[in-house]
């Protein structure tokens, strides 16, 4: 039997159901949106189901826990309102869900483009997904079985993403929950969309407060890896930004430091406590 899928948009701002052409979404879906008014809408789209639930709240953790409270359906589909799929997107899905019976989770092929233009193709190999290799895939290219991450009660951090304390991680963080819980994450050499990254509400470049952060994610999520991480992530960005491999490992051990005792660097530069 053919699984139903449901995709869970995380939004911002939107006044009505426009974004649904925009994404090319031919699919159920569930769009959590944070504006300045709280409401909820249903509305039926081709037959599709687009729940449309507003609020108030802020930080894109609790947009994307939103979306998962009110799914129904058998896979669900992560996803950004930056995203245009592919025409047969629900099959492919489907069809990779089926035909990897073990999978719990899969991550799907995607464009990245700037100003119109696709500079970057994140494509997996098909088949079972390194647990290092897998942190390199955006929230938007991310597939699960929802019976699978109910009962494993997995959730994503409200503390690290767009609008949060910390501004980066929260899709590294829900993967490796994923890993930790012991669920099996597969990969599927197919293209399901392109997500365009002119306007990103949570990266300003590769500048002290994102090593801080990334330090801060480390200890957060690694555990004893967190050595390696910060290594890894002080080599990964190599070419991307001006300081020095040095300075991005003093930062992010910083961060690392810093988390324990509840410190961030705010839109200043300048560390302050937040209340985790």
Known sequence: MKPTLEV???????????????????ANAV????????????????ENRILMISTDTRGVGKNRNLCLLFSSADILLFADQDVVYVDNMPDIVCKAFNENKNADVILFGFH????GKVYETRCPKNGRIPFLKSLKYGTYSVAVRRKSVLQKNIMFTELFGGGCPYSHGEDSDFIVRCFKSGLKVYGC?????????????????????????????????????????????????????????????????????GFQNGKIYNSNNSLMEVKK
């Open 31 to 46: 769009i959590a949106n944070q504006c300045s008014n709280v409401s909820f809408e249903k509305r039926y789209i081709s």
């Open 112 to 115: 990245l483009s700037k100003c």
């Open 189 to 257: 050499h197919q293209i399901i969309g392109s997500t365009a990254k002119d306007e990103s509400t949570c990266f300003d470049g590769y500048e002290d407060k994102y090593f801080f952060d990334t330090g801060a994610l480390a200890r957060n999520t690694f555990g004893m890896l967190s050595p390696f991480y910060i290594l890894y992530m002080a080599i990964r960005t190599r070419g991307l930004t001006d300081i020095s491999i040095q300075g991005k490992l003093k930062l992010m051990i910083e961060g690392y430091r």
């Open 8 to 26: 869970l948009v995380a939004a911002m701002n939107q006044n009505d159901f426009s974004l649904v052409e925009k994404m090319n979404m031919t």
